[in-house]
């Protein structure tokens, strides 16, 4: 790595009037999130509504319905381009997302567990919860087992494994479930939705979320220096092991809580942390609050597609990957070589 590289990531650019365009402009969308709908509302209703004012309609449509399905569509973008960005930082890769540990496919076991043995709601997420922290967790025991080998390498490929494993488990269970009232919910819930989402559901999550985010913004000087390879940290006095299992408990954190809550929903992590790349450069400092703020407005974006495109709901899952695979083709086209 020479000197010009290891600028490019140490030299602060100014992004202060990027951060305050894009936290305007989430605003405003969220403000506009909340206005559509099947039962539409005016600017001035919306803005009653939202001071405890006006229509008491509109006051229940926007406080008990609209609010939380909003911020539920913020906390899981955000969470989810905040763990792409960790994961990519972390393995030096700009084709990792969130899911290369095996979280997702063991979140969703748990949660087709939960389905599967008729649990309440509450219980399905947390079992969710439980089933993605249990896979990684898996993956670190057994990757820890694995000697002489390159560690990176190993947690990937560990990861793959397990996350096949819990796909075909996952996969039994679909079978096994009653075709009229179990397969439908879990097909449902595996390609992620934000349906029904109420206040309670969010109030677990967000703190999960928060305790997951603090540690990575407290590392982002040593994830940056994780970045330059193994043998770099080591020379930079970076206790490499410990730096890379603390990154990795809070981005599945981040991602478990998420996924318990809304479901599978893919390429958010891996879309975002390109374009906050594009926009603010490799380091880690800049590109965690931007793949934030980017993240909550595009999954902000595509649930009031999901919700107001047809007269069914579509699922998440499905619109992320029609919207992120040609855009991600795009972004490959035209991108520049090499990770920086």
């Given at each position: ?7 490019g990531i140490a030299r ?237 408990v809070a981005a599945t ?55 107001t495109m047809a007269q ?29």
């Amino acid at each position: 790595m020479d000197r010009g590289s290891l600028r490019g990531i140490a030299r602060p650019k100014p992004v202060i009037s990027l951060g305050a365009g894009l936290t305007l402009g989430l605003t405003l969308l969220a403000f506009g999130a909340v206005m559509i709908g099947p039962y539409n509302l005016t600017p001035g209703q919306t803005l009653a509504a939202l001071l405890g004012q006006g229509d008491t309609q509109a006051q229940i449509v926007v406080w008990n319905i609209r609010l939380p399905r909003v911020a539920a569509a913020l906390l899981v973008g955000a969470a989810l381009a905040a763990a792409g960005a960790s994961y990519q930082a972390l393995f030096r890769n700009p084709l990792v997302s969130p899911d290369i540990l095996g979280v997702s496919a063991g979140a969703g076991l748990g949660a087709v567990a939960g389905i599967f043995l008729s649990l309440p709601v509450a219980a399905i997420q947390a079992s969710a919860f439980v089933g993605g922290m249990l896979a990684v967790g898996f993956v670190i025991l057994v990757a820890s087992l694995v000697r002489n080998t390159d560690r990176t390498l190993t947690l990937v490929l560990i990861g793959v494994v397990i996350g096949a494993l819990a796909g075909a488990a996952t996969s039994l269970l679909k079978v096994m479930a009653d075709p009229y009232d179990q397969l439908p919910a879990i097909t449902f819930w595996l390609l992620g939705s934000l349906a029904a989402t109420t206040t309670e559901d969010i109030l677990p999550t967000l703190p999960m979320v928060l305790i997951g985010l603090v540690p990575l913004a407290l590392l982002r000087w040593r994830i940056n220096v994780l970045s330059l390879g193994d043998e770099e940290a080591r020379a930079l006095g970076i206790d490499v092991s410990k730096t890379r299992f603390l990154v990795i408990v809070a981005a599945t954190l981040i991602t478990a809580s998420v996924t318990a809550l809304a479901g599978v929903v893919g390429w958010v992590g891996l879309v975002i942390p390109h374009i906050a790349r594009m926009l603010v450069g490799p380091g880690f400092g800049r590109l965690l609050p931007t793949s934030v703020l980017i993240g909550a407005g595009y999954l902000l974006v595509v649930d009031t597609l999901a919700r107001t495109m047809a007269q069914v709901e579509v699922p998440l899952g499905i619109l992320t990957a029609v919207i992120g695979a040609p855009f991600f083709v795009w972004l490959l086209a035209r991108g520049r070589r090499g990770w920086s």
